[in-house]
Protein backbone atom coordinates (compact mmCIF):
# COMPACT_ATOMS: atom_id res chain seq x y z
CA UNK A 1 0.00 0.00 0.00
CA UNK A 2 1.26 3.27 -0.84
CA UNK A 3 -1.86 5.27 -0.42
CA UNK A 4 -0.91 8.77 0.28
CA UNK A 5 -1.73 9.65 3.95
CA UNK A 6 -3.93 12.57 3.47
CA UNK A 7 -3.77 15.05 6.30
CA UNK A 8 -7.27 17.02 7.24
CA UNK A 9 -8.12 20.49 6.07
CA UNK A 10 -9.98 23.04 8.08
CA UNK A 11 -13.53 24.66 7.32
CA UNK A 12 -14.57 28.20 7.72
CA UNK A 13 -17.95 29.58 7.55
CA UNK A 14 -18.20 33.35 7.32
CA UNK A 15 -21.96 34.37 7.41
CA UNK A 16 -23.20 32.23 5.01
CA UNK A 17 -26.80 33.36 3.41
CA UNK A 18 -29.21 31.52 1.37
CA UNK A 19 -32.65 31.82 0.54
CA UNK A 20 -35.00 30.11 -2.11
CA UNK A 21 -37.57 31.86 -3.74
CA UNK A 22 -37.99 34.67 -1.03
CA UNK A 23 -37.97 31.71 1.87
CA UNK A 24 -34.45 32.18 3.97
CA UNK A 25 -32.81 28.46 3.94
CA UNK A 26 -29.61 29.99 5.92
CA UNK A 27 -29.34 32.93 8.08
CA UNK A 28 -26.11 34.03 8.59
CA UNK A 29 -24.33 31.30 9.68
CA UNK A 30 -20.86 31.32 10.81
CA UNK A 31 -18.83 28.44 12.19
CA UNK A 32 -15.38 27.15 12.20
CA UNK A 33 -14.89 23.32 11.26
CA UNK A 34 -10.80 22.76 12.83
CA UNK A 35 -9.11 20.47 10.46
CA UNK A 36 -9.25 16.75 12.18
CA UNK A 37 -12.49 17.23 13.76
CA UNK A 38 -15.77 15.04 13.57
CA UNK A 39 -18.69 17.77 13.00
CA UNK A 40 -22.06 16.56 13.12
CA UNK A 41 -24.77 18.90 12.17
CA UNK A 42 -28.25 17.77 13.39
CA UNK A 43 -31.95 19.72 13.18
CA UNK A 44 -35.43 18.86 12.10
CA UNK A 45 -36.05 17.74 8.71
CA UNK A 46 -36.09 20.90 6.37
CA UNK A 47 -33.45 23.23 8.79
CA UNK A 48 -31.09 23.72 5.38
CA UNK A 49 -28.78 20.64 6.47
CA UNK A 50 -28.29 19.60 3.05
CA UNK A 51 -28.78 22.71 1.62
CA UNK A 52 -25.58 23.96 3.89
CA UNK A 53 -23.64 20.81 2.84
CA UNK A 54 -24.25 21.55 -0.69
CA UNK A 55 -23.04 24.64 -0.21
CA UNK A 56 -19.59 23.86 1.92
CA UNK A 57 -18.59 21.57 -1.09
CA UNK A 58 -19.70 23.65 -3.57
CA UNK A 59 -22.37 22.90 -5.66
CA UNK A 60 -24.45 25.95 -4.41
CA UNK A 61 -23.49 29.57 -4.37
CA UNK A 62 -24.20 31.34 -1.55
CA UNK A 63 -26.32 34.48 -1.44
CA UNK A 64 -23.68 36.11 0.71
CA UNK A 65 -20.99 34.86 3.06
CA UNK A 66 -17.86 32.77 1.98
CA UNK A 67 -16.91 29.75 3.04
CA UNK A 68 -13.07 28.78 3.03
CA UNK A 69 -11.43 25.08 3.04
CA UNK A 70 -8.34 25.16 4.13
CA UNK A 71 -8.35 28.84 3.68
CA UNK A 72 -9.10 29.28 0.10
CA UNK A 73 -12.78 30.33 -0.81
CA UNK A 74 -14.32 26.69 -2.28
CA UNK A 75 -15.85 28.70 -5.45
CA UNK A 76 -11.84 28.74 -6.04
CA UNK A 77 -11.94 25.89 -9.09
CA UNK A 78 -8.46 25.45 -7.76
CA UNK A 79 -9.19 24.10 -4.24
CA UNK A 80 -10.92 21.24 -5.62
CA UNK A 81 -8.10 19.77 -7.38
CA UNK A 82 -5.51 20.62 -4.85
CA UNK A 83 -7.39 19.19 -1.69
CA UNK A 84 -9.51 15.96 -1.78
CA UNK A 85 -12.76 16.02 -0.87
CA UNK A 86 -15.45 14.13 -1.11
CA UNK A 87 -19.47 14.01 -0.26
CA UNK A 88 -21.73 10.82 0.13
CA UNK A 89 -25.17 11.97 -0.81
CA UNK A 90 -28.54 11.55 0.98
CA UNK A 91 -29.99 9.91 -1.96
CA UNK A 92 -26.51 7.64 -2.56
CA UNK A 93 -26.36 9.57 -6.14
CA UNK A 94 -25.18 6.58 -7.52
CA UNK A 95 -25.09 7.09 -11.54
CA UNK A 96 -27.35 4.41 -13.11
CA UNK A 97 -25.44 3.54 -15.88
CA UNK A 98 -22.64 2.13 -14.43
CA UNK A 99 -21.98 -0.78 -12.45
CA UNK A 100 -21.22 -0.44 -8.77
CA UNK A 101 -17.61 -1.41 -9.52
CA UNK A 102 -17.31 1.22 -11.71
CA UNK A 103 -18.91 3.97 -9.85
CA UNK A 104 -16.76 2.88 -6.94
CA UNK A 105 -13.47 3.32 -8.78
CA UNK A 106 -14.76 6.06 -10.56
CA UNK A 107 -12.77 8.78 -9.19
CA UNK A 108 -9.70 6.70 -9.74
CA UNK A 109 -10.29 5.44 -13.23
CA UNK A 110 -11.00 8.96 -14.46
CA UNK A 111 -8.17 10.65 -12.97
CA UNK A 112 -6.11 7.60 -13.92
CA UNK A 113 -4.66 8.03 -10.43
CA UNK A 114 -3.90 3.98 -10.61
CA UNK A 115 -3.70 0.83 -13.14
CA UNK A 116 -7.09 -0.90 -13.79
CA UNK A 117 -5.98 -3.95 -11.85
CA UNK A 118 -4.86 -1.67 -8.62
CA UNK A 119 -8.17 -0.04 -8.81
CA UNK A 120 -10.00 -3.57 -8.83
CA UNK A 121 -8.13 -4.15 -5.73
CA UNK A 122 -9.05 -0.93 -4.28
CA UNK A 123 -12.52 -1.66 -4.78
CA UNK A 124 -13.06 -4.68 -3.90
CA UNK A 125 -11.55 -3.97 -0.24
CA UNK A 126 -13.53 -1.29 -0.12
CA UNK A 127 -16.83 -2.90 -1.22
CA UNK A 128 -15.78 -5.58 1.54
CA UNK A 129 -15.46 -3.13 4.33
CA UNK A 130 -19.10 -2.22 4.12
CA UNK A 131 -20.39 -5.33 3.79
CA UNK A 132 -21.09 -5.72 -0.02
CA UNK A 133 -18.85 -8.42 -1.41
CA UNK A 134 -20.25 -9.84 -4.35
CA UNK A 135 -22.07 -6.55 -5.81
CA UNK A 136 -18.96 -5.45 -7.91
CA UNK A 137 -20.99 -6.31 -11.16
CA UNK A 138 -24.30 -5.27 -10.27
CA UNK A 139 -25.79 -2.24 -11.03
CA UNK A 140 -27.21 0.20 -8.88
CA UNK A 141 -30.93 -0.36 -9.82
CA UNK A 142 -30.55 -4.13 -8.87
CA UNK A 143 -29.65 -2.82 -4.91
CA UNK A 144 -31.94 -1.95 -1.93
CA UNK A 145 -31.55 1.45 -0.64
CA UNK A 146 -29.10 1.05 2.37
CA UNK A 147 -26.80 -0.89 -0.20
CA UNK A 148 -27.35 2.12 -2.77
CA UNK A 149 -26.06 3.96 0.52
CA UNK A 150 -23.09 2.12 1.18
CA UNK A 151 -21.95 2.10 -1.92
CA UNK A 152 -21.75 5.54 -1.90
CA UNK A 153 -19.99 5.61 0.97
CA UNK A 154 -17.30 3.44 -0.42
CA UNK A 155 -17.13 5.64 -3.20
CA UNK A 156 -16.57 8.47 -1.02
CA UNK A 157 -13.88 6.63 0.94
CA UNK A 158 -11.91 5.59 -2.19
CA UNK A 159 -11.25 9.06 -2.59
CA UNK A 160 -8.71 8.96 0.61
CA UNK A 161 -10.42 12.53 1.27
CA UNK A 162 -8.85 14.96 3.18
CA UNK A 163 -12.11 16.80 4.30
CA UNK A 164 -15.60 14.58 3.80
CA UNK A 165 -18.78 15.02 4.20
CA UNK A 166 -21.71 12.63 4.80
CA UNK A 167 -25.42 13.54 4.32
CA UNK A 168 -27.36 11.01 6.47
CA UNK A 169 -25.12 8.08 6.23
CA UNK A 170 -26.85 5.55 8.27
CA UNK A 171 -30.38 6.68 7.52
CA UNK A 172 -31.47 3.70 5.65
CA UNK A 173 -29.31 1.47 7.35
CA UNK A 174 -30.17 -1.87 9.91
CA UNK A 175 -28.42 -1.16 13.24
CA UNK A 176 -25.44 -3.10 13.09
CA UNK A 177 -24.36 -1.42 9.62
CA UNK A 178 -25.04 1.64 11.28
CA UNK A 179 -22.43 0.72 14.11
CA UNK A 180 -20.19 -0.39 11.03
CA UNK A 181 -20.83 3.13 9.84
CA UNK A 182 -19.92 5.14 12.59
CA UNK A 183 -16.86 3.10 13.90
CA UNK A 184 -15.03 3.41 10.30
CA UNK A 185 -16.06 7.28 10.31
CA UNK A 186 -14.63 7.13 13.43
CA UNK A 187 -11.49 5.18 12.10
CA UNK A 188 -10.94 7.05 9.63
CA UNK A 189 -10.62 10.00 10.96
CA UNK A 190 -8.35 8.82 13.83
CA UNK A 191 -5.98 7.42 10.92
CA UNK A 192 -5.81 10.14 8.91
CA UNK A 193 -6.93 12.86 11.14
CA UNK A 194 -9.83 13.10 7.77
CA UNK A 195 -11.60 15.95 8.96
CA UNK A 196 -15.58 14.35 8.48
CA UNK A 197 -18.90 16.56 8.55
CA UNK A 198 -21.43 14.33 9.46
CA UNK A 199 -25.19 15.03 8.75
CA UNK A 200 -27.68 13.04 10.74
CA UNK A 201 -30.93 12.66 12.96
CA UNK A 202 -29.47 9.04 14.60
CA UNK A 203 -28.81 10.54 18.21
CA UNK A 204 -26.47 7.58 19.13
CA UNK A 205 -24.27 8.04 16.03
CA UNK A 206 -23.97 11.98 16.54
CA UNK A 207 -23.30 11.68 20.29
CA UNK A 208 -20.88 8.87 19.27
CA UNK A 209 -18.89 9.87 17.05
CA UNK A 210 -18.83 13.78 17.34
CA UNK A 211 -15.99 15.87 18.71
CA UNK A 212 -18.65 18.84 18.44
CA UNK A 213 -22.02 19.03 17.58
CA UNK A 214 -24.38 21.95 16.24
CA UNK A 215 -27.78 21.88 15.70
CA UNK A 216 -29.47 23.72 13.23
CA UNK A 217 -32.75 24.98 13.29
CA UNK A 218 -34.51 27.46 10.26
CA UNK A 219 -31.36 28.31 9.34
CA UNK A 220 -29.58 29.18 11.96
CA UNK A 221 -27.38 27.49 14.69
CA UNK A 222 -29.10 26.95 17.78
CA UNK A 223 -26.31 25.21 19.68
CA UNK A 224 -22.86 24.45 19.08
CA UNK A 225 -20.39 22.65 21.11
CA UNK A 226 -19.37 19.64 22.74
CA UNK A 227 -21.50 16.43 22.68
CA UNK A 228 -21.84 16.96 26.72
CA UNK A 229 -22.41 20.73 26.27
CA UNK A 230 -25.62 20.47 24.04
CA UNK A 231 -27.13 17.90 25.57
CA UNK A 232 -26.52 19.92 28.67
CA UNK A 233 -28.00 23.23 26.22
CA UNK A 234 -30.96 24.40 28.63
CA UNK A 235 -32.98 25.61 24.76
CA UNK A 236 -36.00 23.89 25.29
CA UNK A 237 -35.88 23.42 21.26
CA UNK A 238 -32.62 21.86 21.91
CA UNK A 239 -34.37 19.64 24.73
CA UNK A 240 -37.20 18.53 22.85
CA UNK A 241 -35.16 17.46 19.71
CA UNK A 242 -32.57 15.48 21.48
CA UNK A 243 -35.12 14.21 24.03
CA UNK A 244 -37.95 13.06 21.55
CA UNK A 245 -38.72 9.17 21.88
CA UNK A 246 -41.95 6.95 21.28
CA UNK A 247 -42.81 6.15 25.23
CA UNK A 248 -45.19 8.75 24.94
CA UNK A 249 -48.29 8.05 27.45
CA UNK A 250 -51.35 7.17 25.98
CA UNK A 251 -54.31 9.43 26.97
CA UNK A 252 -56.33 8.43 29.15
CA UNK A 253 -59.56 6.21 27.95
CA UNK A 254 -62.84 8.26 27.42
CA UNK A 255 -65.31 7.08 30.42
CA UNK B 1 -35.48 28.85 -26.94
CA UNK B 2 -33.73 32.00 -28.02
CA UNK B 3 -32.74 33.34 -24.65
CA UNK B 4 -30.37 29.80 -24.38
CA UNK B 5 -28.77 30.27 -27.46
CA UNK B 6 -25.94 32.07 -25.58
CA UNK B 7 -25.78 29.23 -23.18
CA UNK B 8 -25.84 27.01 -26.08
CA UNK B 9 -23.31 28.21 -27.83
CA UNK B 10 -20.95 29.05 -24.39
CA UNK B 11 -21.74 25.36 -23.77
CA UNK B 12 -20.61 24.41 -27.64
CA UNK B 13 -17.55 26.57 -26.77
CA UNK B 14 -15.97 24.51 -23.28
CA UNK B 15 -17.00 21.51 -25.12
CA UNK B 16 -14.41 22.44 -28.37
CA UNK B 17 -12.28 23.17 -25.86
CA UNK B 18 -12.34 20.15 -24.06
CA UNK B 19 -11.34 18.39 -27.46
CA UNK B 20 -8.14 17.14 -26.57
CA UNK B 21 -9.35 14.92 -23.43
CA UNK B 22 -11.28 12.67 -26.63
CA UNK B 23 -8.45 10.19 -26.26
CA UNK B 24 -9.32 9.56 -22.62
CA UNK B 25 -13.02 9.34 -23.56
CA UNK B 26 -13.02 6.84 -26.54
CA UNK B 27 -14.40 4.08 -25.28
CA UNK B 28 -17.49 6.69 -24.00
CA UNK B 29 -17.37 7.67 -27.68
CA UNK B 30 -17.68 4.13 -29.00
CA UNK B 31 -20.47 3.30 -27.14
CA UNK B 32 -22.35 6.19 -28.11
CA UNK B 33 -21.32 5.40 -31.67
CA UNK B 34 -22.42 2.22 -31.27
CA UNK B 35 -25.84 2.95 -29.83
CA UNK B 36 -26.43 5.50 -32.85
CA UNK B 37 -25.60 2.70 -35.55
CA UNK B 38 -27.75 0.37 -33.42
CA UNK B 39 -31.01 2.61 -32.85
CA UNK B 40 -30.98 4.13 -36.30
CA UNK B 41 -28.93 2.83 -39.36
CA UNK B 42 -32.21 0.39 -40.26
CA UNK B 43 -34.43 2.73 -39.59
CA UNK B 44 -32.07 5.23 -41.88
CA UNK B 45 -32.04 2.88 -44.67
CA UNK B 46 -36.18 2.23 -44.31
CA UNK B 47 -36.88 5.71 -44.92
CA UNK B 48 -34.49 6.83 -47.50
CA UNK B 49 -35.21 3.87 -49.56
CA UNK B 50 -38.55 5.16 -49.27
CA UNK B 51 -37.83 9.63 -49.28
CA UNK B 52 -36.25 7.97 -53.33
CA UNK B 53 -38.94 7.07 -54.26
CA UNK B 54 -41.46 8.79 -53.48
CA UNK B 55 -39.48 11.90 -54.76
CA UNK B 56 -39.50 9.80 -58.24
CA UNK B 57 -42.98 9.31 -57.69
CA UNK B 58 -43.56 12.67 -57.38
CA UNK B 59 -41.33 13.98 -60.15
CA UNK B 60 -41.50 11.13 -62.65
CA UNK B 61 -44.89 11.44 -64.39
CA UNK B 62 -44.75 15.16 -64.76
CA UNK B 63 -41.48 15.01 -66.28
CA UNK B 64 -42.22 12.05 -68.12
CA UNK B 65 -45.24 14.26 -69.67
CA UNK B 66 -42.85 16.78 -71.45
CA UNK B 67 -40.14 13.83 -72.82
CA UNK B 68 -37.73 14.40 -69.67
CA UNK B 69 -37.83 11.25 -68.35
CA UNK B 70 -34.15 10.94 -68.65
CA UNK B 71 -33.02 13.29 -66.23
CA UNK B 72 -34.96 12.06 -63.41
CA UNK B 73 -31.84 9.85 -62.22
CA UNK B 74 -30.05 13.92 -61.91
CA UNK B 75 -33.35 15.38 -60.52
CA UNK B 76 -33.44 12.94 -57.53
CA UNK B 77 -29.85 12.17 -56.94
CA UNK B 78 -29.61 15.88 -56.43
CA UNK B 79 -32.28 16.52 -54.37
CA UNK B 80 -31.48 13.68 -52.25
CA UNK B 81 -27.74 14.05 -51.40
CA UNK B 82 -28.51 17.68 -51.24
CA UNK B 83 -31.01 18.30 -49.37
CA UNK B 84 -33.77 15.00 -48.48
CA UNK B 85 -30.49 13.05 -46.72
CA UNK B 86 -29.04 15.40 -44.60
CA UNK B 87 -32.16 17.08 -43.25
CA UNK B 88 -34.24 13.92 -42.79
CA UNK B 89 -31.82 11.90 -41.28
CA UNK B 90 -31.15 14.81 -38.64
CA UNK B 91 -34.78 14.87 -37.97
CA UNK B 92 -34.92 11.52 -37.23
CA UNK B 93 -31.66 11.24 -35.19
CA UNK B 94 -32.76 14.38 -33.54
CA UNK B 95 -35.38 12.51 -32.30
CA UNK B 96 -33.85 9.28 -31.40
CA UNK B 97 -30.35 9.95 -30.71
CA UNK B 98 -31.02 13.93 -29.38
CA UNK B 99 -34.02 12.83 -26.99
CA UNK B 100 -32.36 9.84 -25.29
CA UNK B 101 -29.02 12.43 -24.40
CA UNK B 102 -31.58 14.96 -23.24
CA UNK B 103 -33.62 12.07 -21.16
CA UNK B 104 -29.94 10.84 -20.27
CA UNK B 105 -28.07 13.78 -18.98
CA UNK B 106 -31.38 15.17 -17.66
CA UNK B 107 -32.13 12.31 -15.28
CA UNK B 108 -28.12 12.44 -14.29
CA UNK B 109 -29.18 15.89 -13.26
CA UNK B 110 -32.02 15.52 -11.42
CA UNK B 111 -30.88 12.42 -9.37
CA UNK B 112 -28.13 14.46 -8.58
CA UNK B 113 -25.52 12.30 -10.34
CA UNK B 114 -24.16 14.96 -11.88
CA UNK B 115 -23.68 17.02 -8.51
CA UNK B 116 -21.45 13.68 -7.68
CA UNK B 117 -19.48 14.03 -10.40
CA UNK B 118 -18.71 17.49 -9.93
CA UNK B 119 -17.64 16.67 -5.91
CA UNK B 120 -15.11 13.91 -7.52
CA UNK B 121 -14.23 17.22 -9.07
CA UNK B 122 -15.23 15.30 -12.95
CA UNK B 123 -16.20 18.07 -15.18
CA UNK B 124 -19.66 16.49 -16.57
CA UNK B 125 -18.08 18.51 -19.91
CA UNK B 126 -16.05 16.24 -20.56
CA UNK B 127 -17.54 12.99 -19.28
CA UNK B 128 -20.92 13.86 -20.58
CA UNK B 129 -20.90 16.10 -23.27
CA UNK B 130 -17.85 15.92 -25.07
CA UNK B 131 -18.33 11.84 -25.89
CA UNK B 132 -22.07 12.76 -27.28
CA UNK B 133 -20.86 15.26 -29.48
CA UNK B 134 -18.34 13.45 -31.12
CA UNK B 135 -20.11 10.29 -31.79
CA UNK B 136 -23.27 12.24 -33.21
CA UNK B 137 -20.49 14.47 -35.42
CA UNK B 138 -19.28 11.33 -36.58
CA UNK B 139 -22.18 8.78 -36.44
CA UNK B 140 -24.71 11.54 -38.50
CA UNK B 141 -22.58 12.23 -41.76
CA UNK B 142 -21.61 8.45 -41.97
CA UNK B 143 -25.86 7.46 -41.49
CA UNK B 144 -26.14 9.91 -43.99
CA UNK B 145 -23.78 8.71 -46.79
CA UNK B 146 -25.91 5.21 -46.14
CA UNK B 147 -29.09 7.30 -46.64
CA UNK B 148 -28.04 9.13 -49.87
CA UNK B 149 -27.14 5.92 -51.08
CA UNK B 150 -30.30 3.89 -50.52
CA UNK B 151 -32.57 6.68 -51.50
CA UNK B 152 -30.90 6.77 -54.72
CA UNK B 153 -31.73 3.33 -54.96
CA UNK B 154 -35.30 3.98 -53.99
CA UNK B 155 -35.59 6.41 -56.84
CA UNK B 156 -34.28 3.70 -59.15
CA UNK B 157 -36.40 1.28 -58.22
CA UNK B 158 -39.67 3.75 -58.71
CA UNK B 159 -38.62 5.14 -62.13
CA UNK B 160 -37.76 1.86 -63.89
CA UNK B 161 -40.84 -0.21 -62.15
CA UNK B 162 -43.33 2.57 -62.45
CA UNK B 163 -45.00 2.41 -65.82
CA UNK B 164 -46.07 6.17 -65.89
CA UNK B 165 -41.78 7.01 -65.64
CA UNK B 166 -40.48 3.72 -67.16
CA UNK B 167 -36.86 4.42 -66.74
CA UNK B 168 -34.43 1.52 -66.97
CA UNK B 169 -31.76 1.33 -64.07
CA UNK B 170 -28.88 1.76 -66.29
CA UNK B 171 -30.34 5.10 -67.91
CA UNK B 172 -31.11 6.61 -64.19
CA UNK B 173 -27.79 6.05 -62.85
CA UNK B 174 -26.28 7.34 -66.33
CA UNK B 175 -28.29 10.83 -66.08
CA UNK B 176 -27.43 10.06 -62.17
CA UNK B 177 -23.59 10.12 -62.97
CA UNK B 178 -23.91 12.76 -65.51
CA UNK B 179 -25.73 15.10 -63.42
CA UNK B 180 -23.79 14.89 -59.73
CA UNK B 181 -20.29 15.76 -58.70
CA UNK B 182 -18.30 14.25 -55.44
CA UNK B 183 -18.98 18.10 -54.55
CA UNK B 184 -22.71 17.51 -54.33
CA UNK B 185 -22.02 14.55 -51.64
CA UNK B 186 -19.66 16.71 -49.91
CA UNK B 187 -22.24 19.54 -49.54
CA UNK B 188 -24.75 17.34 -48.19
CA UNK B 189 -22.02 15.67 -45.67
CA UNK B 190 -20.93 18.59 -44.53
CA UNK B 191 -24.62 20.05 -43.71
CA UNK B 192 -25.38 16.82 -42.10
CA UNK B 193 -21.98 17.67 -39.86
CA UNK B 194 -22.91 20.80 -38.62
CA UNK B 195 -26.91 19.46 -37.89
CA UNK B 196 -25.26 16.71 -35.78
CA UNK B 197 -23.54 19.68 -33.87
CA UNK B 198 -26.87 21.27 -33.40
CA UNK B 199 -28.46 18.49 -31.83
CA UNK B 200 -25.70 17.55 -29.51
CA UNK B 201 -25.19 20.17 -28.06
CA UNK B 202 -28.83 21.22 -27.99
CA UNK B 203 -29.79 18.17 -26.56
CA UNK B 204 -26.63 17.98 -23.88
CA UNK B 205 -27.65 21.74 -22.93
CA UNK B 206 -31.21 20.69 -22.78
CA UNK B 207 -30.26 17.65 -20.26
CA UNK B 208 -27.96 19.97 -18.48
CA UNK B 209 -30.73 22.38 -17.60
CA UNK B 210 -32.76 20.03 -16.47
CA UNK B 211 -34.55 20.95 -13.31
CA UNK B 212 -37.93 19.48 -11.17
CA UNK B 213 -38.45 15.35 -11.12
CA UNK B 214 -39.61 13.44 -13.69
CA UNK B 215 -41.88 15.99 -15.15
CA UNK B 216 -38.48 18.08 -15.63
CA UNK B 217 -36.72 15.14 -17.82
CA UNK B 218 -39.85 14.76 -19.96
CA UNK B 219 -40.40 18.75 -20.53
CA UNK B 220 -36.47 18.57 -21.34
CA UNK B 221 -36.88 15.77 -23.85
CA UNK B 222 -39.37 17.70 -25.63
CA UNK B 223 -37.93 20.91 -26.08
CA UNK B 224 -34.52 19.13 -26.52
CA UNK B 225 -36.44 17.35 -29.92
CA UNK B 226 -38.20 20.82 -31.05
CA UNK B 227 -35.17 22.88 -30.15
CA UNK B 228 -33.22 20.80 -32.19
CA UNK B 229 -35.69 20.32 -35.40
CA UNK B 230 -36.21 23.90 -36.07
CA UNK B 231 -32.69 24.86 -35.31
CA UNK B 232 -31.70 22.68 -38.36
CA UNK B 233 -34.57 23.95 -40.42
CA UNK B 234 -33.69 27.41 -40.34
CA UNK B 235 -29.88 26.63 -40.53
CA UNK B 236 -30.85 24.10 -43.47
CA UNK B 237 -31.52 27.50 -45.25
CA UNK B 238 -28.28 29.68 -44.59
CA UNK B 239 -25.86 26.46 -45.21
CA UNK B 240 -27.38 25.65 -48.39
CA UNK B 241 -27.22 29.48 -49.54
CA UNK B 242 -23.38 29.75 -48.32
CA UNK B 243 -22.72 26.38 -49.72
CA UNK B 244 -24.34 27.29 -53.79
CA UNK B 245 -22.51 30.44 -53.15
CA UNK B 246 -19.23 28.25 -52.63
CA UNK B 247 -19.74 25.97 -55.25
CA UNK B 248 -19.89 28.82 -58.05
N1 LIG C 1 -33.20 23.88 -4.96
C1 LIG C 1 -34.10 24.31 -4.06
N2 LIG C 1 -35.07 25.17 -4.43
C2 LIG C 1 -35.96 25.62 -3.54
N3 LIG C 1 -35.99 25.28 -2.24
C3 LIG C 1 -35.06 24.43 -1.80
C4 LIG C 1 -34.06 23.90 -2.68
N4 LIG C 1 -33.28 23.07 -1.97
C5 LIG C 1 -33.76 23.09 -0.72
N5 LIG C 1 -34.82 23.91 -0.60
C6 LIG C 1 -35.55 24.17 0.64
O1 LIG C 1 -34.63 24.37 1.67
C7 LIG C 1 -35.10 23.83 2.88
C8 LIG C 1 -34.05 22.96 3.51
O2 LIG C 1 -33.85 21.80 2.71
P1 LIG C 1 -32.77 20.71 3.07
O3 LIG C 1 -32.80 19.70 2.00
O4 LIG C 1 -31.47 21.36 3.37
O5 LIG C 1 -33.35 20.07 4.41
P2 LIG C 1 -32.63 19.03 5.37
O6 LIG C 1 -32.30 19.76 6.62
O7 LIG C 1 -31.55 18.37 4.66
O8 LIG C 1 -33.83 18.05 5.66
P3 LIG C 1 -33.81 16.44 5.76
O9 LIG C 1 -33.38 16.14 7.15
O10 LIG C 1 -35.23 16.08 5.55
O11 LIG C 1 -32.91 15.94 4.71
C9 LIG C 1 -36.39 23.10 2.57
O12 LIG C 1 -37.46 23.90 3.02
C10 LIG C 1 -36.41 23.00 1.07
O13 LIG C 1 -37.73 23.14 0.60
MG1 LIG D 1 -31.21 16.50 3.87
Not at chain 1, 15 to 37: M, Q, R
Not at chain 1, 51 to 73: F, M, R, T, W, Y
Not at chain 2, 31 to 59: H, P
Request: glycine fraction near 10%; include cysteine; charged fraction near 15%.
Amino acid sequence: MNAPAPQGIGLQVRDLCKSYNGHAVLNHLTFDVPAGEIFVLMGPSGSGKTVLLKHLIGLESPDAGEILVAGQPVSDPGVMTRYRVAMVFQSGALLNSLTVGENVGLYLSEHRLKPPADIARVVAEKLELLGLKGTTDKTPAELSGGMKKRVAIARALVVEPQLIFYDEPTSELDPLIAVTIGREILNLNRRLQVTSIVVTHDRDLAFGIADRVALLHEGEILALGSPDDVQANPNPLVQRFLKADFRFTPEPALP
Amino acid sequence: MFQDIGEILLLLGRTLRALPHTLRQQRKVCDQLFEIGNASLLMACVLSLFIGGVLALQTGPTLAERGLQSFIGQLVGLAVCRELAPVMMAVLIAGRIGSAMAAEIGSMRVYQEIDALRTMNINPVHYLVLPRLIAISIGLPVLVLFAILVGWMGGAIVSCFNEAIAVSFESYFNSLRQGIEPLDVVNGLLKSFAFAVVIGVVSCHQGLSTIGGPRGIGRSVTKAVVNSIVLILLLDYFLTRILMHLHT
